[in-house]
């Protein structure tokens, strides 16, 4: 089976099948599709359409689209449906966390309806305690289902135990060890269990080489050590080093993506999780923030300049290089602020405090500040013909290149210093920022070069 | 075992222990490390001293670090390595997939002299015929290590093939089940190992719900699939459907991470992948090309409001929102263009062609517009008490709102249609044309209010 193209042409048709009831066609169509295709179908159908597809699937089946849809979509499906059909046709048929996950996203009313309605007490004591983890910890993002054995056992009690958990869950990844009072003591992996005699204690041939987080730990620094350590999966103990979870490769991928996104969307001044497909309202709202600040910005420029307006009128040329002046602090602060949280982010940067970054940042300022303004000095005085107008340009664009690469170092490394996101620094704030401190530079250094020169 | 926290004081305890040529200190202190852990230590060393870690580690554990180095640092060990160390004590221990691209990385003739030294003849064609992939697809990504069945075995014959290939495979993801010609039918779950008996032929147990990609598809479909289906390995088959090679999670979430990464630094305008603990030159190189860019867009602003010298002559406080009007449509340029990159990239742009995005981008577009250029019209009129500036000011504000969330929005959706990385348009690229585009639109506006009003 090789990747499922959605197109207009197959969402038309089966909304044309749901429409005349053709409850044949609706399940050829969708018979044989992985969840993930099915919940990108719903995603494209109106709610009513979509309601009927999931009526059609079996419960376990329909489940697993409900977990694939996206947020926001899933909350009017889960609208729709009463607190018993949740627990009793949703709830059970899904693996614990993203049971936990789905039920964390209802009301608060309608949530403690739902857990009331879990038939199997084992299952709903394990959503509890995962709802009680602060969301963005290891706690929150694991899973209660996985194979463990005890060390006293013998290798055939294992095979045997582990051939009864293995009926609850999908996929075996690692076996763990436990002792008598559930303390982690390390993993049986699967080929090992191919390779010794039946008889052997598990005592005598797990691994201790294991990796784990707390509860607690956040969830990026278990993005960062799966991904480092390539692990799939990676076990969750509690303050007395009891395995109460695992945490899966697919769960930390959108981790991984999410991250990502989130510094790349702060640094396109967007604020909060939007794509296209969002409606007008949504995106109108997720942008206005950054822009105000960007208005704002551009109202104090209005007053930088207004203070050398004499100047403007005196050399109306001065105001030729207000945007390349403006531009060249943006596109710098961006570009050095991108360095930084992108380091931050893969937890790359040079061992050492902020000195030695301003000044390695120092260097590359001067040489990229040194060739540019070369070039707008010859170029500024060979189009304009005007040797004063060129070396203020020239100088400003020097100055302002500098203190703007130091400027776009050292607000996110404070910021982090801080705890505070230093992707917050990129993208509209560090630009508005440098515009109005680049135009200051600017000015000052025309006035001192024109009344001195 | 936790993350290990690498510090400047650690690094500095085994230079001195490396000087002193005390290897009793410098085995205790890597000893029970991670290679990925190993390697971090290495990145932060000069090249003798790293050479000396690795000569104090066996032959596996030394291959396992020096896959896990940066690649610039990895060229340096490779370059102080002969060939036939690198074929014999290198290559040998590693799997298939890492191998190929340690040699893929060398110098062409080096190539050829560390394949044909290269001692287990089986290993090194598996390598020669991965290196004939193109680099970017499924091919080239795949290893050659997995456990396959054929499906006219027994499970207790399958049984004992996998314990004889499970001895060379670190990690057992999943038994794939071919027919005699090794054509891929499906995959037989750990799991039913566990549970079916052992005379049971695999034809009759195996399951054909398995995902392929061929070996010529684009890693990014590759890390889609991995991602949308949560995938942990994707098996990859040739054109005659024969079942060639598997590709795991780690090495897609590289290729996940480097995407967004890519992304991310073609917004900000950085060409090639640098980060913070490069050298002054590299970083300047990287950040150059696209300074110059904004330099030439500086160069042509300063053009184009020099065709208005006149004006600003007669309204020096046409000058002051220069700043405004560039920050403005810069701001939304980068937002709208952001957004489909990352639409693109995700693969969930909504269906339909660029008309629909076009003008849901109008709509969001006319309303930030408004909110926006009112703002505008009521700060510059009180601040400067000037009318016919505030309406030139407002006016051209919404102007340059829409025109620049249509072609943020346009411009990435045509280069993706032309088979262009999209991410290009966004950044100081997206910027420069709408500091330009708006300049123009914000002197003819004024010229046309000065001279009517």
Redo the contacts between chains.
Sequence with gaps: ???FE???KY?KSIQKAIDRKDEKTILEKIDGL?P?DVAEILD?LDIDHGLIILQNMDGKRASDVIIELEDDIRALFLDRLSSQEIAEQLVENLDSDDAADVISELPEDKREEVISNIDDVEQASDIVSLLNYEEGTAGALMGKEMIWVSDDWTVKTA?KE??RQ??Q?D???TVYVVDANQKLLGRL???KL??TPVKTRIGDVYRE?????KTWTPQE?VA??M??????VLPVIDELGRLVGRIT??DV?DV??EE??K???L????SSD????DT??Q??RA??P???I??M???L???V??QY?HS??LI??M??????????A???G??S????V??LA?N?????GILP?LS?EF??AL??GT??SL??LV??YF??NDFQLGLTVSLALLTVIIVAALLGTFVPLMLDKYKIDPALA???FI??LN?IIG?FIYFMIGQLIFTSL
């Design positions: 089976m090789e990747k959605l197109t207009r969402i992985h993930a494209e095979v582990m051939r293995a009926e869950i996929q075996v990844y992996p699967v080929k191919l390779t080489d294991i990796r784990v987080v620094e960062q050590i991904e480092k350590y390539d692990l799939v490769i697919d991928v991984i993506k990502a996104e510094d790349y969307q640094a396109s001044g967007i939007v794509d296209q497909t007008v309202w995106l109108t942008r206005l950054w822009l105000l960007g208005m910005g551009g109202m420029s209005a007053l300049i207004g307006e403007i009128k109306p040329a105001a030729f290089f207000i945007p390349l002046i403006t531009a060249m943006g596109n710098i961006v570009q602020s991108a360095i930084i992108q380091g893969n790359s940067l040079e061992l050492g970054k390695k260097s590359v040489l990229n060739v540019l070039i707008a170029g500024s189009v304009f990129t993208g509209p630009t508005t515009d135009l």
